[in-house]
Protein backbone atom coordinates (compact mmCIF):
# COMPACT_ATOMS: atom_id res chain seq x y z
CA UNK A 1 0.00 0.00 0.00
CA UNK A 2 1.20 3.64 -0.85
CA UNK A 3 0.47 6.39 1.07
CA UNK A 4 0.55 9.89 0.14
CA UNK A 5 2.88 12.81 1.59
CA UNK A 6 0.64 14.63 3.46
CA UNK A 7 -0.30 11.34 5.16
CA UNK A 8 3.21 9.99 5.55
CA UNK A 9 4.43 13.95 6.77
CA UNK A 10 1.58 13.31 9.16
CA UNK A 11 3.31 9.96 10.68
CA UNK A 12 6.89 11.68 10.72
CA UNK A 13 5.36 14.58 12.60
CA UNK A 14 3.22 12.20 15.19
CA UNK A 15 5.44 10.16 15.41
CA UNK A 16 8.40 11.79 16.75
CA UNK A 17 5.77 13.94 18.84
CA UNK A 18 4.83 10.68 20.76
CA UNK A 19 8.74 9.60 20.67
CA UNK A 20 10.01 12.86 22.20
CA UNK A 21 6.77 13.35 24.78
CA UNK A 22 7.17 9.74 25.91
CA UNK A 23 11.07 10.76 26.53
CA UNK A 24 10.53 13.69 28.31
CA UNK A 25 7.73 12.64 30.21
CA UNK A 26 8.89 9.64 31.67
CA UNK A 27 11.73 10.98 32.35
CA UNK A 28 9.78 13.57 34.52
CA UNK A 29 8.06 10.51 35.80
CA UNK A 30 10.71 8.82 36.86
CA UNK A 31 13.17 11.47 38.44
CA UNK A 32 10.05 12.58 40.39
CA UNK A 33 9.57 8.64 41.43
CA UNK A 34 12.93 8.14 42.67
CA UNK A 35 15.83 10.09 44.05
CA UNK A 36 18.26 7.71 42.66
CA UNK A 37 19.78 8.71 39.47
CA UNK A 38 20.33 5.18 38.22
CA UNK A 39 16.31 3.74 38.61
CA UNK A 40 15.66 7.17 37.28
CA UNK A 41 17.79 6.59 34.06
CA UNK A 42 16.06 2.77 34.12
CA UNK A 43 12.37 4.25 34.91
CA UNK A 44 13.16 6.54 30.76
CA UNK A 45 15.29 3.73 29.36
CA UNK A 46 12.24 1.03 29.18
CA UNK A 47 9.44 3.86 27.87
CA UNK A 48 11.33 4.37 24.81
CA UNK A 49 12.62 1.37 24.24
CA UNK A 50 8.67 0.44 24.33
CA UNK A 51 7.13 3.36 22.50
CA UNK A 52 9.70 2.54 19.82
CA UNK A 53 8.51 -0.83 18.60
CA UNK A 54 4.85 0.42 18.97
CA UNK A 55 5.68 3.29 16.56
CA UNK A 56 7.89 1.77 13.93
CA UNK A 57 5.41 -1.13 13.59
CA UNK A 58 2.39 1.24 13.09
CA UNK A 59 3.33 3.99 11.58
CA UNK A 60 6.48 1.66 9.41
CA UNK A 61 3.89 1.15 6.21
CA UNK A 62 2.66 4.31 6.32
CA UNK A 63 6.22 6.96 6.10
CA UNK A 64 8.71 4.21 6.69
CA UNK A 65 9.07 5.17 10.65
CA UNK A 66 12.12 7.61 10.14
CA UNK A 67 11.37 9.95 13.30
CA UNK A 68 15.19 11.47 13.20
CA UNK A 69 16.58 13.39 9.81
CA UNK A 70 19.40 11.39 10.47
CA UNK A 71 17.69 8.27 9.40
CA UNK A 72 15.81 10.14 6.48
CA UNK A 73 18.94 11.99 4.89
CA UNK A 74 20.57 8.44 5.03
CA UNK A 75 17.84 6.65 2.78
CA UNK A 76 18.30 9.89 1.00
CA UNK A 77 21.64 9.45 0.36
CA UNK A 78 20.72 5.93 -0.64
CA UNK A 79 18.55 7.01 -2.94
CA UNK A 80 15.49 5.39 -1.51
CA UNK A 81 13.25 8.52 -0.60
CA UNK A 82 14.09 11.97 -2.81
CA UNK A 83 15.58 14.94 -0.97
CA UNK A 84 12.61 16.77 -1.73
CA UNK A 85 10.29 14.78 0.23
CA UNK A 86 13.08 13.88 2.70
CA UNK A 87 13.63 17.83 3.47
CA UNK A 88 9.91 17.28 4.48
CA UNK A 89 10.44 14.67 6.77
CA UNK A 90 13.01 16.36 8.29
CA UNK A 91 10.87 19.83 8.79
CA UNK A 92 7.74 17.18 10.02
CA UNK A 93 10.28 15.75 12.79
CA UNK A 94 11.58 18.90 14.03
CA UNK A 95 8.25 19.87 14.65
CA UNK A 96 6.98 16.65 15.66
CA UNK A 97 9.58 16.52 18.40
CA UNK A 98 8.78 20.32 19.59
CA UNK A 99 5.32 19.38 20.22
CA UNK A 100 6.76 16.46 21.76
CA UNK A 101 7.82 18.31 24.67
CA UNK A 102 5.24 20.86 25.00
CA UNK A 103 2.91 18.18 25.11
CA UNK A 104 5.08 16.33 28.10
CA UNK A 105 5.30 19.59 30.04
CA UNK A 106 1.52 19.90 29.88
CA UNK A 107 0.84 16.65 31.01
CA UNK A 108 2.72 17.52 34.45
CA UNK A 109 1.44 20.45 34.87
CA UNK A 110 5.19 21.95 34.21
CA UNK A 111 5.60 25.59 32.17
CA UNK A 112 5.12 24.80 28.52
CA UNK A 113 7.71 26.45 27.35
CA UNK A 114 11.34 26.24 28.89
CA UNK A 115 15.09 26.54 27.74
CA UNK A 116 16.97 23.72 29.18
CA UNK A 117 20.10 24.34 31.55
CA UNK A 118 21.71 20.60 31.69
CA UNK A 119 25.30 20.01 30.71
CA UNK A 120 26.17 17.44 28.04
CA UNK A 121 29.02 18.67 26.59
CA UNK A 122 32.88 16.96 26.03
CA UNK A 123 34.98 14.53 23.63
CA UNK A 124 33.02 11.55 25.38
CA UNK A 125 29.80 12.93 25.03
CA UNK A 126 30.30 13.72 21.49
CA UNK A 127 31.95 10.02 20.87
CA UNK A 128 29.36 8.56 22.31
CA UNK A 129 26.64 10.22 20.18
CA UNK A 130 28.79 9.19 16.79
CA UNK A 131 28.51 5.87 18.35
CA UNK A 132 25.39 6.04 19.38
CA UNK A 133 23.67 6.95 15.79
CA UNK A 134 26.07 4.49 14.24
CA UNK A 135 24.99 1.57 15.45
CA UNK A 136 21.24 2.86 15.46
CA UNK A 137 21.64 3.28 11.47
CA UNK A 138 23.85 -0.13 11.26
CA UNK A 139 20.95 -2.10 12.85
CA UNK A 140 18.14 -0.36 10.53
CA UNK A 141 20.64 -1.50 7.82
CA UNK A 142 21.05 -4.99 8.71
CA UNK A 143 17.29 -5.55 9.60
CA UNK A 144 16.61 -4.64 6.15
CA UNK A 145 19.09 -6.67 4.07
CA UNK A 146 18.31 -9.75 6.82
CA UNK A 147 14.75 -9.51 8.46
CA UNK A 148 12.91 -6.36 8.15
CA UNK A 149 9.81 -7.79 9.78
CA UNK A 150 12.10 -7.57 13.02
CA UNK A 151 13.06 -3.73 12.47
CA UNK A 152 10.71 -2.70 15.14
CA UNK A 153 12.37 -4.72 18.13
CA UNK A 154 15.72 -4.15 17.16
CA UNK A 155 15.57 -0.50 17.20
CA UNK A 156 13.55 -0.77 20.45
CA UNK A 157 16.22 -2.92 22.20
CA UNK A 158 19.14 -1.39 20.22
CA UNK A 159 18.26 2.47 21.86
CA UNK A 160 17.32 0.35 25.21
CA UNK A 161 20.61 -0.89 25.28
CA UNK A 162 22.61 2.61 24.02
CA UNK A 163 20.91 4.68 27.06
CA UNK A 164 22.92 2.57 29.12
CA UNK A 165 26.07 1.95 27.19
CA UNK A 166 26.71 5.79 25.62
CA UNK A 167 28.15 8.27 27.70
CA UNK A 168 25.39 10.62 26.64
CA UNK A 169 22.36 8.05 26.85
CA UNK A 170 22.16 7.84 23.16
CA UNK A 171 19.97 11.19 21.70
CA UNK A 172 21.26 9.71 18.05
CA UNK A 173 18.53 12.02 16.08
CA UNK A 174 19.02 15.56 15.69
CA UNK A 175 15.22 16.03 16.11
CA UNK A 176 14.74 14.88 19.53
CA UNK A 177 17.81 16.57 20.69
CA UNK A 178 16.20 19.95 19.66
CA UNK A 179 13.33 18.77 21.75
CA UNK A 180 15.10 17.96 24.66
CA UNK A 181 17.07 21.42 24.37
CA UNK A 182 13.15 23.35 25.58
CA UNK A 183 13.17 21.08 28.36
CA UNK A 184 14.52 21.60 31.66
CA UNK A 185 13.90 18.43 33.11
CA UNK A 186 16.01 15.41 33.45
CA UNK A 187 15.98 14.66 29.18
CA UNK A 188 17.08 18.37 28.80
CA UNK A 189 20.21 19.61 27.39
CA UNK A 190 21.30 22.62 26.56
CA UNK A 191 20.55 24.90 23.64
CA UNK A 192 24.44 25.59 23.37
CA UNK A 193 25.85 21.66 23.50
CA UNK A 194 23.17 20.90 20.28
CA UNK A 195 24.98 21.62 17.27
CA UNK A 196 28.43 19.43 18.45
CA UNK A 197 25.80 16.58 19.29
CA UNK A 198 24.22 16.78 15.83
CA UNK A 199 27.75 16.76 14.23
CA UNK A 200 28.51 13.73 16.04
CA UNK A 201 24.97 12.14 15.09
CA UNK A 202 25.32 12.93 11.47
CA UNK A 203 29.36 11.58 11.34
CA UNK A 204 28.61 8.50 12.89
CA UNK A 205 25.76 8.30 10.58
CA UNK A 206 28.19 8.38 7.70
CA UNK A 207 30.36 5.59 9.31
CA UNK A 208 27.95 3.41 9.89
CA UNK A 209 26.52 4.21 5.79
CA UNK A 210 29.63 3.42 4.69
CA UNK A 211 30.45 0.04 6.83
CA UNK A 212 27.15 -1.51 7.01
CA UNK A 213 26.58 -0.63 2.96
CA UNK A 214 29.73 -2.65 2.37
CA UNK A 215 29.22 -5.17 4.84
CA UNK A 216 26.09 -6.33 3.79
CA UNK A 217 26.20 -5.75 0.11
CA UNK A 218 26.37 -9.21 -1.14
CA UNK A 219 23.12 -9.83 0.83
CA UNK A 220 21.64 -6.90 -1.31
CA UNK A 221 23.15 -7.96 -4.75
CA UNK A 222 21.92 -11.91 -4.37
CA UNK A 223 19.24 -12.50 -6.65
CA UNK A 224 15.88 -14.07 -5.26
CA UNK A 225 15.21 -17.50 -5.38
CA UNK A 226 12.39 -18.55 -7.45
CA UNK A 227 10.33 -21.76 -8.54
CA UNK A 228 9.27 -22.26 -12.23
CA UNK A 229 5.83 -23.43 -12.67
Do not use: C
Amino acid sequence: MTFDAPRRLVAEALGTALLVATVVGSGIMADALSPDDGVALLGNTLPTGAILVVLITLLGPVSGAHFNPVVTAAFALRREIGWGLALGYMLAQVAGGLAGSLLAHAMFELPVFEISQKLRSGGGQWLAEGVATFGLIATILGALALKVQAIPVLVGLYITAAYWFTASTSFANPAVAIARAFTDTFAGIRPADVPAFILAEAAGALVALAVAGWLFAPLAAAPTERTDP
